[in-house]
């Protein structure tokens, strides 16, 4: 008899301990599931859930337990709220992201190079190159400044400060943290791409001024390639300068993230 509950005891701990990581699987997942490079599409779906269990357990094991679940609404409100708060947090991180996807656009237009893209894996989509090669470049400085363990403690407070089950101190300053976080990638991206924008509308300048001088001249033949030598220049100019206004971004990324449940 002694045997039987011994095991059923240890039969229900290991229930609980399983409720507990499925618990805080969901907001984990919800925010692996929008963050590019550590989730999102572009990582396989296999792979991405047992990312998710994995940091679902070791976090586990240092948060509270979090209250006994029923089956009623308070328990899908429950769910919702953490869904939310996990998509929110991995949202936050991925408009970081864009900043560089938009200054590439931008700087193509300006390039000529529009017309070259290439296939995203992460956003099943069409992208210009040098808008990859920028997105790239965030991702090397986002390993390269251990941002990828500064997600994890982002988590972990995350759960501390909106522990499972409690509801939002501020809803409405929840909703406001995307929309408040987008202006900055807006300026980062112009930022970022106005340095190469100028040159090329001074080269654009002179093309045109050369083309009234000299008409025999084809502005396209010799415009095009200008442009394309001068914006290339000016990008290996421009790689070595950002790692600073990247991680100065992502550290507002952070900043807005841990606003969202502050």
Do not use: C
């Amino acid at each position: 008899m002694d045997t039987v509950t011994f095991v059923t005891a240890q039969g229900l701990d290991l229930l609980a301990l399983l409720g507990t990581v499925l618990w805080h699987a969901i907001r984990i997942g919800a925010a692996l599931q929008v963050l590019p490079f550590v989730g999102g599409r572009g990582m396989p779906q296999r792979a991405r859930l047992i990312l998710t269990l994995a940091m679902a357990a070791a976090l586990s094991a240092v948060l509270p337990v979090p209250p006994p679940a029923a089956v009623d609404a308070a328990t899908v409100l429950d769910i919702l709220r953490e869904f939310a708060v996990g998509a929110a947090i991995g949202l936050v991180l991925r408009l970081a992201f864009e900043a560089g996807t938009l200054a590439g656009q931008f700087i193509s237009q300006d390039m000529a190079l529009s017309f070259a893209t290439m296939a995203d894996p992460a956003n099943q989509s069409q992208m210009s190159v040098l808008s990859l090669w920028f997105y790239l470049v965030f991702g090397l400085v986002f390993f390269t400044l251990d941002a990828h363990l500064a997600l994890v403690q982002l988590l972990l407070d995350s759960y501390r400060m909106q522990p499972i089950g409690a509801p939002f101190a501020d809803f409405s300053a929840f909703l406001g943290v995307v929309p408040g976080f987008f202006p900055t990638v807006l300026r980062t991206a112009v930022l970022l791409s106005l340095p190469v924008t100028v040159a090329m509308l001074a080269v654009n300048i002179v093309m045109g001024v050369l083309s009234r001088a000299a008409p025999q001249f084809n502005p396209i033949q010799i415009g095009m390639p200008m442009a394309l030598l001068v914006g290339l220049a000016l990008l290996v100019v421009l790689a070595r300068e950002l790692l600073g206004p990247v991680q100065a971004l992502f550290g507002q990324a952070f900043e807005a993230a841990r606003a969202l449940t502050g």
